[in-house]
């Protein structure tokens, strides 16, 4: 037997072992490093004309490590909270202790919070990284970043806490599966977070709207001089959070999870935090509590939806979002929604690594032919061509109204900015067509004109542009959706029908 048959029956164990044909054609002759057929050329002496298939074994083995790392679990973990509790010193805490950031990194970041007179904002530099999120000291926009455990690799959202970016907020908790909900245990700052107007009541209605199914109630600062890891702190804010989170929709006791830990010192983040800290803890610490989650049931094989969260030009058009439904592969040809732009996809890249193609679940840029930058606007939705998105200007929902503005009358005419997915757009509603019984959660039969706060209402809707939207019962993430109004959240609501 020659060496070519040598090598074609090596290629063909390979592939077969892992069940991957592999791809001849993809290499090219000058990419064949020959130092690999030393020792037979020289045995032979003879000119041995090497044929391209010998890299495609070692090409194939790179693309199938990359698809092995690809295959490990994946989720998004959004932080939220009131201003302050700490939800950028546990993002950046997280990463410390899995090893993405080294020690050299945070000395240079206590430096600058020492020459800044903020000490206990180093920790918080590694996720707020422009410098207007470090002099204010809180953030503005969604941070991003990678970690991974054994088993799983996540995503942080780091979302900001301040009432006036609660619109990226949203943005951050409608990609996340899972949130971490940070509440500070100091005295009088779980007070004003908690109180009516405090961003933890409002986070934890956003979240549950936005299909945050799961949440971890982490009571942060435990080791602050006004609380020393007192139980009964931490039993004061659970037995205030536990009705309201049931009143939220959440079910306590399956999908809520309750833990005490310092963001600041790492106390009961990697590991449990010691008995002689806190000896009446007996749970596990954060990352075990995180890695413990179920992963939410996603379809593979349904048809592809990415909603488009951010775009730029990097040797072509690239867009940025999570997949929603379906998978993605180098080389499909794909819609643009709602402009029906024709694309093909160049390249795909999840986290740093650039794979062959990617499932649901996974944040992905995807490198796009066909279409301009300046084409594509935030909540445009990357799709099937042989399924694509609804795109609508007026659509049938279910309404529940939270708090109209000063108490005003819910009616036809109302006008508020719809937050659906990554879209945010002014909407009216056209027409209120049932009030929903809270009692037999039907719909009543008497016509309405008005109704108020606390009401669930069927109602029509329109919107100035085009959008891209799925019924609920499809698509959840794509058909759930908020009212908001002059910076308060006034209705949460589903999309029941589509009017094309």
């Not at 060496?3 to 069940?19: F, P």
């Not at 430096?111 to 007179?117: F, L, N, T, V, Y």
């Not at 900015?417 to 009216?428: D, F, R, W």
Request: hydrophobic share 35%; aromatic share 6%.
């Amino acid at each position: 037997m020659d060496i070519e048959e040598d090598i074609r029956a090596l290629q063909l164990d390979s592939s077969e072992g892992n069940g991957v044909m592999a791809n001849v054609e993809d290499v090219k002759p000058q990419d064949v490093e020959k130092p690999d057929l030393k020792d037979e050329v020289n045995a032979s002496s003879k000119p041995v004309t090497i044929e391209p298939e010998c890299t495609s074994e070692v090409k194939h083995k790179d693309t199938e490590d990359k698809m092995e790392d690809i295959r490990k679990r994946h989720l998004n973990v959004v932080f939220i909270g009131h201003v302050d509790a700490g939800k950028s010193t546990i993002g950046g805490q997280i990463l410390f202790l899995s090893g993405q950031v080294d020690d050299r990194t945070i000395q240079k970041y206590e430096k600058e919070a020492k020459d800044k007179s903020r000490e206990s904002w180093y920790m918080a530099y590694i996720m707020d990284t422009n410098e207007e999120e470090r002099v204010k000291g809180i953030t503005v926009e969604v941070g991003r970043a990678q970690f991974e455990t054994e088993t799983t690799r996540f995503t942080i959202l780091d979302a900001p806490g301040h009432k006036s970016y609660v619109p990226n907020m949203i943005t951050g908790a409608s990609q996340a599966d899972i949130g971490v909900l940070v509440i500070s245990a100091r005295k009088g700052e779980f007070e004003t977070g908690y109180e009516r107007g405090g961003q933890t009541r409002e986070h934890v209605q956003l979240a549950k709207t936005l299909g945050v199914s799961k949440l971890f109630v982490v009571v942060n600062k435990m080791d602050d001089p006004t609380v020393n890891w007192s139980k009964e702190r931490y039993d004061e804010i659970e037995s205030k959070m536990t009705p309201f989170l049931r009143s939220s929709g959440y079910n306590v006791k399956k999908d809520v999870q309750f833990l005490p830990l310092s963001g600041l010192v790492g106390s009961n983040m990697k590991t449990k935090v010691d008995k002689s800290i806190c000896p009446w803890w007996n749970g596990s610490c954060l990352l075990e509590a995180l890695d413990a989650v179920e992963v939410p049931l996603r379809d593979p094989k349904g048809p592809l939806r990415l909603p488009i969260i951010d775009k730029f030009k990097d040797l072509g058009t690239v867009v940025m979002g999570k997949v929603e439904s379906g998978s993605v592969r180098e080389g499909d040809n794909l819609l643009v929604m709602p402009n029906r732009a024709q694309v093909k996809v160049l390249a795909i890249y999840c986290d740093e690594d650039k794979v062959r193609h990617a499932g649901p679940g996974e944040n992905l840029r995807v490198r796009l032919s066909g279409i301009e930058e300046e084409d594509i606007s935030s909540g445009f939705v990357l799709c099937s061509v042989a399924n694509p998105i609804p795109a609508v200007s007026e659509f049938v929902a279910q309404l529940q109204i939270l708090e109209s503005l000063d108490n005003a009358i819910f009616t036809a005419g109302y006008k508020a900015v719809l937050h659906i997915h990554a879209i945010v757009e002014e909407c009216e509603i056209v027409e209120l067509m049932q009030q929903i019984d809270p009692k037999t959660k039907k719909p009543m039969k008497k016509k309405i004109l008005f109704v108020k706060n606390g009401a669930v209402v069927i109602c029509r809707m329109q919107v100035n542009n085009v959008i891209c939207i799925e019924k609920f019962t499809a698509f959840p993430q794509l058909g759930r959706f908020t009212l908001r109004t002059e910076g308060k959240t006034v209705a949460v609501g589903k999309v029941i029908d589509v009017l094309s």
